[in-house]
C-alpha cells in the first residue's frame, strides 16, 4: 500500500476522531484538521450540535493528541458563511427546502477544504462519514455494462443502514470521490464507539449530532425570521380558499403537518398538510394527505459519481430525503435535466432536497429536485 | 483510584526541541530555561515553607524570595519594593492598567481617559478595551506609523487635548509581532509632566535590551521569567514607590498590598536566577541574535525575493532576535502547518480563537491590509538559536512558500481525479 498524505477533517465528534485514527493505523501520513465553520464560536455545545463550538474544537484537538497526530484548526467561516448559510437561507427564501449538511460537503469539505488540502500537498480528504468507498469497474460483473468506465471508485451505503450518510455524499463528483476517504463505512456506529473507548478517545460517548449546526437550539423558523425578517402571507387550501395567514412561507416545508395554526377544520375532518409554497406571492397551499402524493420528478444540477450519464431509460432506486426511503424507479434524461417516474408514489417531496440514485446499495448520482407531479399513476391507470 | 503509572504516561508527548529535531524560531512565545534556573527551581520545590509564615520554614521560604527581588530588582533598575511579583506578564499587565484606572478614580475629578497604543499585546489592549467597555473609561488609541512605532508628539497632542482627563497612558517597550522598539524614555518623560502614570509592558524587551525602571521614567513595567529562560508562572510588575494601584486579586495581601496569593518560592528563585544571567549576558546574546536575524533576512529575501518585512529596519529601533515577513498570496496558518511539518516552528504572530488565526491587530494599525496581515510569520530567536536553524529555515522555505500561494489562490484549479480509486483501495486496508 502507499502511504498517502491525509488530511483528516476532524469535527470533534467520534467518527471523525476514529476514522482519523484508523487512517493512521493504515499506514498514512494523516494530519487533523477541525474546520471552524462560525466567525464567533460559542463556547460550549448546547442540545445535541456538535462541530462548531469552542469545546468541539477541543475535543477534536485531544483526539488528535491522542491519536498522535499533528492538529491545526482552518478557518472556513467565511466560505461557509457565503456557501452553506446564505444559500440555506436563499433556498427557503425560493420556497425549497435546501438539506445544509450536503452542501457543506460539496462546497466546503470536498471543494474549499479539499483543494486547498490538495494544493498543500495531501492527497486525500479522510472523514468519518458513514458510507463505503471502494474501486468500482470490475470489482463486480457487468460494472461496464452498468454504464461505469472502469476502475472508477464507487460510494456505497454504510453497512449500518440506521447511520448510512451515503445520501448527504451522493452529490460530490467522480473527482471529489477519487480524493475522499471515509474509513468507517464497514463499521456499525456501536463499533465505531467501542474503537473510540478502546483507544481512549474521550469522544466515545459524545452523543450525536442532529441539528443544524449553525443554529443554535434548532429553531429554524426563528432563525430563518431573523434573516429574512416577517413575510406574512396566506394560507389557502387545495381549492383556493384562505383558511389562515403565516409570518413568513419560508417557515413551511413540503409534507408538513404542525404548526400550520389553521383556524377552520377541514372539510373531511382529516389533517391538512403543505402542499405547496409560492414564495413569490408569499402563498401556502395545503389540502389532505393524498394530495401530497407524487410520483413523477424532475430533478436538475445532475452529477453522475457512479455511472456515465444514461443514454436511455435506467431502472434505479431513488432516495429523496435524507434517511428517507427508497423508491423504484425509472429515470432518464431529458435536455439537462433527470426525469424520475416513481413506481409508486411518495408522499411529501419537496423541492431543493436531493434525489439520489441507487443501484442496490451503490451511489449511481444525484440532482437536486426542482419539479414535482402526480400525474403517470393516474395516466397508466 | 488513581493509576498513576498511565497517568504518567500520558505526559510523554514526543519533545522534539529537546531531542534536537526541531528547529525553533519561536522564542518569543517561550524560549528553554536556562538550564542553571531550571536546577535552581528543581531545587527548591523540594523545599516547604510559605514565604508568609512566622516559623523557621516560612522564614527560610521568604529569604529566597527577597534574594530573588534584589536580583531581580537591581536587573531591571528597581528598587526591592518596586517589584511586584505576579503570574506572569498577563497578571502584570492587568494590574497596571485596570489597577492604576481605578487609583485615579478617586477624589473629586475622576481621570477617564486611558491611552495606549493600538498595537499593545492583548493583556494591555483587552483590559483597556474592557475598561472602556465596563469601566466608563474613554479609550483611545494611538496610532503608530507604518513601521509599528509611536511618535512622542502623537502622545503628546491626546494629552494636551485634557490633560487633566487622563487616567494613564500605556505603551508596550518592543513590540511582540514586528519588534518595534518605542521610544519609552521620550514617552515616559511626557506623561511624567502632566503628572500620568505611564506603564509599559516590557516582556519582549528584557533580555535583549536595558530595561530599567528608574533610567526609563515609567511608573510601571512588565516583565516575565519565561522569555528570558525562567520558567512559566513567575513575572513581575515593577512598580515606582508611592504609587498604589487598586488590587485585581484579593486576598493575604503577601505583596505591597497590591497582589494576593502565596508566593511561588521556586519559580522566583528560578525567575531570578533566569534574570540574573539575562542581564549579565545581554549585549553579548543580543548581538548573538541579531546576526542570526540579519542572516535570516537575507536569507529570506534570495529564497522570496517579494517577502515583506515588517516592523523597522533591522537597528536600534528593532528587536534584535525578531524578524517579521508578509509573503504576498500566502495564509500564514498554511505556511505554519507546511514549516511544522519540515521540521521548523514559528508563529503567524497573531493572537487566536480556538486556534483559528485573525488578521494581527498590530499589522492593521500599521496600515497593512487584511491580506498582507493575514499572510505573515514570525520568526524569533533566543539562546538556544544557531546557524543551522537559519540554513533548515531558508533551505525549507522557498518550497512552503510556492505551495502555500498555491493554496492561497482563490480561483483555485478543479482538483483533478486520483486514478482508479487509488485512495479508497489504500484506506481499506
Keep these: 500500500m502507499t502511504a498517502l498524505r491525509v488530511l483528516a477533517a476532524m469535527s470533534g465528534g467520534v467518527d471523525s476522531a476514529v476514522a482519523a485514527a484508523r487512517a493512521a493505523d493504515a499506514g498514512h501520513e494523516v494530519t487533523g484538521v477541525h474546520l471552524a465553520l462560525s466567525a464567533n464560536p460559542r463556547s460550549y455545545r448546547t442540545g445535541a450540535r456538535g462541530c462548531c463550538t469552542l469545546e468541539d474544537a477541543r475535543d477534536a484537538r485531544r483526539a488528535a493528541d491522542v491519536i498522535g497526530i499533528p492538529f491545526y484548526v482552518w478557518d472556513m467561516a467565511e466560505r461557509f458563511a457565503a456557501d452553506v448559510v446564505d444559500d440555506f437561507v436563499a433556498e427557503y427564501a425560493r420556497g425549497n427546502t435546501p438539506n445544509p449538511c450536503l452542501r457543506c460537503n460539496e462546497k466546503i469539505k470536498f471543494a474549499a477544504v479539499l483543494d486547498r488540502a490538495v494544493a498543500l500537498g495531501f492527497d486525500a480528504v479522510c472523514t468519518g462519514h458513514h458510507a463505503r468507498l471502494g474501486p ?246 | 483510584m488513581v493509576n498513576l503509572e498511565s497517568a504518567g504516561d500520558r505526559h510523554k508527548a514526543p519533545d522534539r526541541l529537546a531531542s534536537g529535531t526541531l528547529v525553533y524560531l519561536d522564542h518569543a512565545a517561550t524560549t528553554p530555561m536556562l538550564p542553571e534556573a531550571l536546577a535552581a527551581m528543581v531545587e527548591e520545590l523540594a523545599h516547604t515553607g510559605n514565604a508568609s509564615s512566622l516559623h523557621n520554614a516560612g522564614r527560610r521560604a521568604r529569604r529566597v524570595v527577597e534574594e530573588s527581588r534584589e536580583q531581580i530588582a537591581q536587573a531591571f533598575g528597581a528598587r526591592p519594593s518596586e517589584v511586584v511579583f505576579t503570574s506572569g506578564g498577563t497578571e502584570a499587565d492587568n494590574l497596571a492598567v485596570k489597577g492604576l484606572f481605578w487609583a485615579r478614580q478617586a477624589g473629586p475629578h475622576p481621570r477617564r481617559r486611558v491611552l495606549a497604543t493600538a498595537i499593545e499585546h492583548h493583556a494591555v489592549l483587552d483590559s483597556v478595551q474592557w475598561l472602556g467597555e465596563h469601566q466608563n473609561a474613554g479609550v483611545e488609541w494611538l496610532p503608530v506609523d507604518s513601521s509599528g512605532r509611536l511618535s512622542p508628539d502623537v502622545l503628546v497632542a491626546a494629552i494636551e487635548r485634557d490633560p487633566d482627563s487622563v487616567a494613564l497612558v500605556s505603551v508596550m517597550w518592543a513590540n511582540n509581532e514586528v519588534g518595534a522598539v518605542q521610544p519609552v524614555a521620550d514617552l515616559a518623560a511626557v506623561a511624567s509632566e502632566h503628572g500620568i502614570p505611564f506603564h509599559s509592558d516590557a516582556v519582549q524587551a528584557a533580555g535583549q535590551l536595558p530595561v530599567s525602571l528608574a533610567a526609563s521614567g515609567a511608573t510601571a513595567l512588565t516583565v516575565t521569567g519565561h522569555k528570558i529562560g525562567g520558567p512559566v508562572g513567575a513575572g513581575a510588575l515593577l512598580l515606582a514607590r508611592g504609587v498604589d494601584p487598586v488590587p485585581v486579586l484579593h486576598g493575604g495581601g503577601q505583596e505591597r ?103 494581527s491587530h498590530v499589522l492593521l494599525a500599521m496600515g497593512a491590509d487584511k491580506s498582507r496581515a493575514r499572510g505573515s510569520l514570525r520568526f524569533t530567536f533566543g539562546r538556544t538559536s544557531t546557524q543551522a536553524d537559519v540554513d533548515t529555515l531558508g533551505a525549507a522555505l522557498g518550497e512552503v512558500v510556492e505551495r502555500a500561494r498555491r493554496a492561497g489562490r482563490q480561483a483555485s484549479p478543479p482538483t483533478g481525479t486520483q486514478p482508479a480509486g487509488q485512495i479508497a483501495a489504500a484506506a481499506a486496508s
Excluded at chain 1, 269 to 283: A, D, F, H, K, M
Excluded at chain 1, 313 to 339: D, K, M, N, Y
Aim: charged letters at 20%; proline letters at 6%; aromatic letters at 4%.
Design chain 1, 136 to 381: 468500482g469497474g470490475g470489482s463486480r460483473a457487468g460494472g461496464d455494462a452498468a454504464g461505469r468506465p472502469a476502475g472508477q471508485v464507487r460510494l456505497a451505503r454504510s453497512v449500518d443502514l440506521a447511520k448510512d450518510q451515503s445520501y448527504v455524499l451522493g452529490v460530490l463528483t467522480a473527482g471529489q470521490l477519487s480524493r475522499a476517504m471515509f474509513p468507517l463505512g464497514d463499521s456499525t456506529k456501536e463499533q465505531v464507539r467501542a474503537e473510540a473507548a478502546r483507544r481512549g478517545l474521550a469522544v466515545a460517548d459524545k452523543p450525536d449530532s442532529h441539528d443544524i449546526c449553525f443554529i443554535a437550539g434548532g429553531d429554524t423558523r426563528g432563525f430563518l425570521e431573523s434573516r429574512l425578517g416577517s413575510a406574512p402571507g396566506p394560507i389557502v387550501d387545495h381549492d383556493g380558499q384562505v383558511v389562515g395567514s403565516h409570518q413568513g412561507s419560508y417557515g413551511f416545508t413540503v409534507g408538513q403537518r404542525r404548526g400550520l395554526r389553521i383556524d377552520s377544520p377541514a372539510p373531511d375532518g382529516r389533517p391538512r398538510y403543505v402542499l405547496e409554497i409560492e414564495p413569490v406571492s408569499g402563498t401556502v397551499r395545503v389540502g389532505p394527505a393524498k394530495l401530497l402524493d407524487v410520483d413523477d420528478i424532475i430533478a436538475v444540477r445532475l452529477v453522475w459519481s457512479g455511472r456515465m450519464p444514461p443514454t436511455e431509460p435506467i431502472e434505479a432506486t431513488v432516495q429523496l430525503r435524507a434517511h428517507g426511503e427508497t423508491f423504484p424507479a425509472t429515470c432518464w434524461l431529458e435536455g439537462g435535466s433527470l426525469r424520475i417516474r416513481l413506481h409508486s408514489p411518495a408522499r411529501g417531496v419537496a423541492s431543493g432536497q436531493a434525489a439520489v440514485l441507487y443501484d442496490g446499495d451503490t451511489v449511481l448520482g444525484s440532482g437536486t429536485i426542482s419539479e414535482t407531479a402526480l400525474g403517470s399513476v393516474s395516466a397508466r391507470g
Design chain 2, 257 to 359: 498590598d497590591v497582589r494576593s496569593g502565596t508566593l511561588d518560592t521556586a519559580a522566583i528563585r528560578a525567575f531570578a536566577v533566569a534574570v540574573e544571567h539575562a542581564t549579565a549576558r545581554r549585549d553579548e546574546h543580543a548581538a548573538r541574535i541579531g546576526r542570526l536575524r540579519d542572516t535570516l533576512v537575507d536569507r529570506v529575501r534570495s529564497v522570496v525575493p517579494d517577502a515583506i518585512l515588517n516592523g523597522p529596519a533591522p537597528g536600534q529601533h528593532r528587536l534584535p532576535g525578531n524578524a517579521h515577513f508578509s509573503f504576498p498570496g500566502c495564509e500564514g496558518d498554511a505556511l505554519l502547518m507546511l514549516l511544522d511539518a519540515k521540521g521548523v516552528a514559528c508563529s503567524t504572530g497573531s493572537a487566536c480563537t480556538a486556534g483559528v488565526a485573525q488578521p
